[in-house]
């Protein structure tokens, strides 16, 4: 299983597309979209991949895409599809039958591909300008490009071969994981398709006024320098006055919106929150949202390919990412498969409007069971408690803590501007004045082996505070073959943590949700009952663990 593409609810069942290699446990380029279904984002039902290579626009790959619902609630999907030239193009594909529940078939337009990189952007796009714009049928010869019909004289095709050095040109090698659309009051359909330009990364604008035939806007949405490839892009709107989603479409005075990226060249996702101006179709970052890799991430562990759905049932946006492996290619063949999607989560905007929120889906909470409270407990410096009476290999665990003596604090050195790097630096072994405090999940019966989710504190010179929040994996298995890279996040002072923990995954949201950090983690002796669970403080000062609540958790149904 590799990224998720296309989430989506029709008629209040979910629907989950996900790349899938039926070939093995590694990636192939000719991946297909797998399918399953569910009532509650929790129990799944697979059913058959409904969309595999079968047509020359797609007949060496089904790359990844989205799901779009259009007016009247018709399901598309738009798909990057690897041609016969292996070139990346993209392809519209709808339900062979919108009365079965399941959507179990789906069916390739036969108009595809409806963006051609060396096509369509050869439509001069500011023909959308003019209202009475119309389109051949499809008796035209050269479906791959679509001529508004306002008297435009026929393009002459010979004027319109690109020139290489065309600053317009697409790269048909980077041109894919169109978006999900949106409308706007123009009428006009918006898509976005991940492309880059040298090292700078760019989300390509088209647009349709019937999410068939697309023309290339005449500017990007949005670039940045320095970023490189960008894949799976997700823009949407966020509402700045209530922690709820919005429909793709949406836009007014309470809204801002968001672009996230998937970085090919670092393998992490980065966002922005910003405005969206419909008039000149670009996207701009607000200032305190920064625009370049060391950006504001969904996530700062294991997390890529993200993307998100407007589920209308719930009014909430969802955000899917899928979580790759840490142990080598040969380990995944061995044990047969690889890849898994993180716990869903809500996402919304911070009450700053300057970042946003996350938190695992509700419905998740209705495979808890087994509770265990721990009463206020202070935690002296040096020690390590066992959480009792939880299955530490399949937990759920939400605690708070509490610090009297900050000006204990050690001094934070400005020059500590990567978290991740930090917490690489200061694993749980180093000790300090308030922090490392936190959980470790995983833990073999002597220790030798665990996965530390912890927070450090710190004093800034402006007598602010800077807490550290470590997701530290160095210690996570005696099996030196897998990845154990750290992972961190800055936070403020809210000293909160939920972890999600499930065998060989760990998903923990600090800071009520502000810092998400997900880790794959592969003990060799803390598994099944061999897991344990202990809340620690390896510090010189002692702290107090203001609520503990855990839960063993059941296993979903993925039948
Ligand atoms: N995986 C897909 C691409 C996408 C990448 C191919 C993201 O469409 O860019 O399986 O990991």
Redesign the pocket.
């Known amino acids: 299983m590799?990224?998720l593409a296309g989430p989506m609810i029709y008629e209040g069942l979910y629907h989950l597309f996900y790349?899938y290699n039926p070939k093995g446990a590694v990636?192939a380029s000719d991946?297909v979209w797998a399918h399953s279904t569910s009532k509650d984002l929790i129990n799944w039902i697979p059913r058959e991949p409904v969309l595999y290579p079968s047509q020359h626009y797609d007949i060496n790959?089904c790359?990844?895409g989205s799901a779009t619902i259009l007016p009247g609630g018709k399901p598309a999907v738009l798909y990057?599809g690897i041609n016969a030239e292996n070139q990346q193009v993209q392809n519209i594909a709808f339900p062979k039958n919108l009365s079965d529940p399941y959507l179990e078939e789906w069916v390739k337009s036969p108009l595809n591909p409806v963006i051609d990189p060396n096509g369509s952007n050869m439509t001069d796009a500011s023909s959308f300008d003019s209202p009475t714009i119309d389109y051949y049928t499809n008796d035209h010869q050269d479906k791959n490009i679509a001529f508004p019909m306002n008297n435009l004289p026929e393009p002459n095709l010979i004027e319109m071969v690109q020139s290489t050095s065309d600053p317009d040109m697409i790269d048909a090698s980077n041109f894919?994981?169109p978006s999900t659309g949106w409308l706007g009051p123009d009428g006009r359909w918006r898509v976005i398709i991940?492309s880059k330009r040298g090292k700078r990364g760019i989300a390509i604008l088209y647009w349709s006024k019937d999410f068939i035939h697309w023309v290339k806007a005449k500017q990007p949405l949005h670039s940045a320098e320095d970023t490189g490839m960008w894949?799976?892009p997700d823009f949407f709107p966020v509402s700045t006055i209530a922690p709820v989603g919005l429909n793709t479409s949406v836009d007014g005075p309470n809204v801002k919106h968001v672009l996230k990226v998937?970085l090919?060249d670092n393998s992490k996702e980065y966002y922005t929150t910003g405005t969206y101006d419909y008039a000149k179709d670009v996207y701009v970052p607000n200032k305190g949202s920064i625009d370049d890799i060391f950006g504001l991430r969904f996530d700062y562990g294991k997390f890529?390919?993200s993307k998100t759905f407007f589920d209308s049932a719930k009014n909430r946006r969802v955000l899917w990412g899928?979580i790759n492996e840490s142990s080598s290619a040969d380990d995944d063949i061995k044990k047969g498969w690889s890849g898994i999607q993180a716990a869903p989560r809500a996402i919304w905007l911070d009450k700053s409007g300057k970042h946003l929120v996350q938190w695992p889906i509700t419905e998740l909470e209705t495979l808890r069971t087994g509770h265990v409270d721990m009463p206020s407990k202070l935690l002296d410096g040096g020690s390590t408690v066992e959480v009792l009476g939880l299955t530490a290999s399949q937990a759920d665990v939400e605690m708070s803590f509490k610090v009297t003596n900050l000006e204990k604090a050690e001094k934070f050195d400005p020059s500590w501007t990567n978290a991740e790097d930090l917490c690489a630096r200061k694993v749980a072994t180093v000790k300090g004045e308030i922090g490392p405090f936190g959980i470790m999940a995983l833990a073999s019966k002597g220790l030798e082996e665990y996965t530390a989710i912890f927070f450090r504190i710190f004093k800034a010179n402006n007598n602010k505070y800077v807490v550290l929040m470590c997701s530290d994996q160095s210690r996570s298995s005696l099996d030196d073959s897998t990845d154990k890279a750290n992972y961190g996040v800055f936070l403020d002072e809210k000293l909160s943590l939920r972890t999600l923990i499930d065998h060989s995954i760990v998903e923990s949201f600090g800071g009520e949700g502000k810092g998400c950090i997900t880790a794959r983690v592969y003990p060799t002796m803390a598994i099944g009952d061999g897991a344990h669970l202990h809340v620690f403080n390896n510090a010189a000062e002692a702290v107090r663990i203001s609520s503990f609540s855990g839960w063993s958790m059941n296993k979903a149904q993925i039948n």
Request: net charge negative; proline share 0%; charged share 15%.
């Open positions: 590799s990224g790349q990636w991946i790959g790359w990844s990057t894919r994981d991940g894949e799976c998937s090919f890529y390919a899928w």
